[in-house]
C-alpha cells in the first residue's frame, strides 16, 4: 500500500453522503448506532446535508415517509444493523404499499469481521428483500456510486418505492479514487398511444352511467384539477377509493360524492347504479376484511389507468388497462372527449352535475354537520362532533395528517380536499404512521400549519416523534383521541363475533396519559373532555410558539 492517498481520493463515507447530495436529496433521517459512525462523521463536512433525528427506527421511516409524500422528493433514511432494521420494517412495508421513493441505508460490521457473527450481525439484504424494489450490500469502495445511483434510480422510476443498501464499515471507511459518478432519472411521464386514447375517449363516451373512481397517484402526477375537468366533460360523479390515504379529488366539486368505504355491501349498493367504472390511478376495490359479498357488480365495464401495472387488471379484468401517467392522460383525454361529444355532451354533461347537487359531498356535509352539532354537549367528547368542529377552525391551507382510525372515521366527510397535499392518510393500515409522519409533512411544508389526528392506540407505536416534533422546533399540532382502548377491535368483535366483552384491548388499568407522555419530550399539552375546553384548548394549539398535543378525550 502506498503511504499516503492520491490527492482526489476520496473516503467511502463522505462518496455516500455527496451521491445522495448528488441525487437531490436535502437531508437525511436517522437513528445512528456504531456502525453508522463513518457517516454521522461525515456530516460535519456537508453542512448542506440536513438530519432529522429519530429516536426509533420506525419511527425515522416514517416521518422520511411524510417528508417525501408531502413534497414529491426522494428521501434518504439511515438505521442500525440487523435489529435496527427489523425495528424500521413495519414502516418500510407502508412505504412500500405507498410507493415512497426511499433510499433505506444501514451499517454493517465490517467485511471479514461479520464472518465472526460478532453482536447485532446479519446479513442485512435478506431482512429487507420482501419490502423494497431493490437490496444491494456494496462490496467495493469503487462500487458505491454505481450502487447509490442505481438505488435512487430504481427508487424513483414509477411505480416509485423503497430500495435498500447495506453499507459495511470498511467501505464507509476506506479511501478511494472514485468517480461519483451522476444521477439518472426515467421520465416515465407517458400517455398512452393514440390509438390508446381513442379507445378510452370511445368506451368512456359509450357508457350510459359511467363513474370515475380518483385514487393515489393523481398526487404523484399533480393532476387534482385535471380529474376535475374529466369528471365535468363527461358528467360523471366521482369517488374517492376504497383507501383513504391522500387527497385526490376537489371535495367541494359538485361531481365528488365522498368516499366508496371499504365495506363490500355499501360498495356494491352504490355501484350497482353505473355501468363502467373508470379507476383513475386507483386500485381497484382494494377492501379490508372479508365479506362473502363481492363489491363488484357482475356487468360492471372496467377501465383502468395508471402507473401500476400490478394493479392493473388484478383482481378484476379490465376492458382497457392502460400504464401510463394519469396527469399525462388525462391533459390529453379530455379535450378529445370534449371534441369527440360536442354540444350534445356539454349540455347532457352540464345537466348531470346540476343533478348531483342532490347528493354530493356537499350537500351530505350540511346535513352531517347539522347532526353533529347535536352532539356539542356531549362529555366525553363526541368524535363526530369534535371532527366537524376542528375542521370548522383549521387555518386556511392546513394540512391534516389522520390516523384517528375510530375517532376520526368521519372526519372527511367535514374536510375539503382543496390541493394535493392537504390531507394524508395511512396507506397500508399499518398503525404508528400517522404521528411521525406528521413531522415529516412540517419538515416538508413549513409554512402551512400541519395538525395531526392521532388514536390513542396509534400514538403509542410511535409515540417519540414527539420529540423529533420539539428538536426540530415545528409547529405541528397534535390532537390524540383517546377513548381508553382500541376501539376498532371492540367493534369488529362484537359485530363478527358477538362477543361484547373484550380482553386485552383497554388501556384503563392504569390510565394513559399523553399529555405527561408529551411533556417528558419536551412538548406543551393539555388534556380536554368537553367542547368548550376543546375550542380553546385548539385556539391555544395553534396560537403557541412550538408543537402542541391535545389530548382529547372521546366515547
Not at 467511502?12 to 463513518?38: D, H, Q, S, W, Y
Not at 372479508?290 to 394493479?311: A, C, F
Not at 392518510?425 to 400549519?449: H, K, L, M
Amino acid at each position: 500500500m502506498p503511504d499516503s492517498a492520491p490527492t482526489n481520493a476520496i473516503y467511502g463515507r463522505n462518496a455516500f453522503i455527496a451521491c445522495l447530495l448528488g441525487e437531490g436529496v436535502k437531508r437525511m433521517f436517522g437513528n445512528p448506532g456504531t456502525t453508522e459512525l463513518p457517516i454521522m462523521h461525515a456530516l460535519s463536512d456537508y453542512p448542506e446535508m440536513g438530519y432529522v433525528l429519530a429516536m426509533q427506527e420506525s419511527v425515522v421511516i416514517a416521518i422520511a415517509d411524510g417528508y417525501s409524500r408531502a413534497s414529491g422528493e426522494l428521501v434518504a433514511c439511515n438505521v442500525h444493523v440487523a435489529p435496527g432494521l427489523g425495528n424500521a420494517m413495519g414502516a418500510i412495508y407502508t412505504s412500500k404499499i405507498g410507493g415512497t421513493p426511499m433510499i433505506v441505508t444501514a451499517g454493517q460490521q465490517e467485511q471479514g469481521h461479520g464472518l465472526t457473527e460478532p453482536l447485532l450481525y446479519d446479513p442485512l439484504v435478506p431482512i429487507a428483500q420482501s419490502q423494497v424494489k431493490w437490496a444491494a450490500e456494496v462490496t467495493r469502495i469503487e462500487d458505491l456510486p454505481r450502487v447509490m445511483h442505481r438505488a435512487a434510480k430504481i427508487a424513483t422510476t414509477p411505480p416509485t418505492g423503497p430500495v435498500f443498501i447495506s453499507l459495511p464499515g470498511d467501505i464507509l471507511n476506506m479511501q478511494g479514487a472514485i468517480d461519483l459518478g451522476a444521477a439518472t432519472r426515467v421520465d416515465a411521464r407517458v400517455r398512452p398511444s393514440d390509438a390508446g386514447l381513442e379507445a378510452l375517449a370511445d368506451a368512456l363516451l359509450s357508457a350510459q352511467r359511467p363513474v370515475l373512481i380518483a385514487g393515489h397517484e393523481i398526487i404523484a402526477a399533480d393532476a387534482f384539477k385535471e380529474i376535475a375537468a374529466l369528471a365535468e366533460a363527461l358528467g360523471a360523479p366521482v369517488y374517492q377509493q376504497t383507501i383513504i390515504d391522500g387527497a385526490h379529488f376537489p371535495s367541494e366539486h359538485p361531481c365528488y360524492m365522498g368516499v366508496l368505504t371499504r365495506t363490500q355491501p355499501v360498495v356494491r349498493k352504490k355501484l350497482e347504479a353505473f355501468d363502467l367504472m373508470a379507476c383513475i390511478g386507483a386500485d381497484a376495490l382494494k377492501m379490508s376484511v372479508y365479506s362473502e359479498v363481492e363489491p363488484m357488480p357482475e356487468t360492471m365495464r372496467l377501465i383502468q389507468i395508471g402507473q401500476r401495472d400490478w394493479e392493473l387488471g388484478k383482481n378484476y379484468a379490465a376492458e382497457l388497462a392502460v400504464r401510463a401517467d394519469v396527469g399525462e392522460t388525462l391533459r390529453a383525454l379530455t379535450p378529445l372527449i370534449r371534441k369527440k361529444g360536442g354540444d350534445a355532451l356539454a349540455k347532457a354533461a352540464a345537466a348531470r352535475v346540476e343533478g348531483f347537487a342532490k347528493d354530493n359531498w356537499s350537500t351530505a356535509k350540511a346535513a352531517k354537520t347539522e347532526a353533529a352539532k347535536a352532539k356539542r354537549d356531549a362529555s366525553p367528547l363526541d368524535p363526530n362532533w369534535m371532527m366537524m368542529r376542528l375542521v370548522e377552525m383549521l387555518p386556511e391551507r392546513a394540512i391534516v395528517v389522520d390516523e384517528g382510525i375510530t375517532a376520526a372515521g368521519t372526519l372527511v366527510d367535514f374536510l375539503p380536499y382543496r390541493d394535493r397535499y392537504s390531507y394524508f392518510g395511512n396507506t397500508s393500515g399499518g398503525i404508528g404512521w400517522g404521528i411521525a409522519a406528521a413531522v415529516g409533512v412540517q419538515e416538508a411544508q413549513p409554512d402551512r400549519q400541519v395538525v395531526a389526528i392521532i388514536g390513542d392506540g396509534s400514538a403509542m407505536y410511535a409515540i417519540q416523534a414527539l420529540w423529533s416534533a420539539a428538536n426540530c422546533k415545528q409547529q405541528t399540532v397534535f390532537v390524540i383521541c383517546n377513548n381508553q382502548g382500541y376501539s376498532i377491535l371492540k367493534q369488529r368483535l362484537k359485530s363478527f363475533h358477538g362477543n361484547d366483552k373484550p380482553i386485552g384491548m383497554d388501556f384503563k388499568d392504569p390510565p394513559l396519559d399523553c399529555t405527561a407522555l408529551a411533556k417528558g419530550f419536551g412538548v406543551a399539552g393539555e388534556r380536554v373532555a368537553d367542547a368548550d375546553a376543546f375550542e380553546a384548548a385548539f385556539a391555544r394549539a395553534l396560537a403557541h410558539d412550538g408543537p402542541y398535543v391535545i389530548e382529547a378525550m372521546t366515547t
